[in-house]
């Protein structure tokens, strides 16, 4: 069975020592479209989502994210996809983008869906010294600012925080082991990245088969 190997660099935790991040692998699963049931049950998380109370803490902690992007002099994603989501609904790719959306919306934190077979090797959160460069989604260059937070595997960036994941970890209709991965950016506690973390799991699990790992927060 594949297991994750996960680590944090010294210059993570000197600068960012209380910040979590944490991740939950699906194994063996598969990535259709709409599977059966799957339309109603974004809908019921959907109506959870929209309630006042609750969206009012989801908008809250997208600020704290949105604030820290800004920091870099970026603009953060998520508040654009929580006006569009309230709106209209969550979107449909397949169930891993699916669900990737409904946790980061759901429990208004920062989400990546990754082919975890794509990795070369563990992973290491780390703190950039800027100038670095990787190949973002549709073979975009990204270049890192010093600061920035990065996700490596044992080859290269695999994630820039504030601008994306990368190519080449891209889940696809082929993929079988997912890796739902969540930041945490300085006011954002672990808990609601277990909240977004085992949602995703759930729903990829239940409407995509395979098996989902425990969720795990360092």
């Known amino acids: 069975m594949p297991d994750v190997r996960f680590s944090k660099s010294r210059p993570y935790r000197e600068r960012y020592p209380e910040v979590?991040?944490?991740?939950?692998?699906?194994?063996?699963c598969q990535n259709p479209v709409n599977p059966p049931g799957f339309d109603q049950y974004k809908r019921k998380k959907l109506r959870r989502m929209r309630s006042r109370a609750t969206l009012a803490e989801i908008e809250a902690r997208i600020g704290v994210y949105?604030?820290?992007?800004r920091g870099f002099g970026y603009a953060c994603p998520l508040p654009g996809h929580l006006k569009r989501t309230v709106n209209s609904g969550f979107p449909r790719y397949n169930i891993m983008v699916d669900a990737?959306?409904?946790?980061?919306?759901?429990?208004?934190i920062l989400v990546a869906a990754a082919d975890f077979q794509r990795f070369d090797g563990g992973l290491t959160l780390d703190v950039s010294e800027g100038s670095e460069t990787c190949e973002g989604m549709g073979g975009r260059t990204m270049t890192t600012r010093a600061g920035e937070i990065v996700l490596r595997d044992e080859k290269e960036i695999v994630c820039v925080l504030c601008q994306g994941a990368d190519e080449k970890t891209r889940v696809t209709?082929?993929?079988q082991d997912v890796l739902f991965y969540a930041y945490a950016v300085p006011g954002i506690d672990a808990q609601h990245l277990e909240t977004g973390l085992a949602l995703a799991g759930?729903?990829?699990?239940r409407f995509g088969g395979g098996a989902c790992r425990e969720v795990r927060i360092f």
């Open 20 to 28: 979590p991040f944490g991740f939950v692998l699906v194994t063996g």
């Open 173 to 175: 209709e082929r993929t």
């Open 202 to 205: 759930e729903a990829v699990s």
């Open 66 to 69: 949105d604030r820290f992007f």
């Open 100 to 108: 990737h959306f409904m946790a980061e919306m759901c429990a208004g």
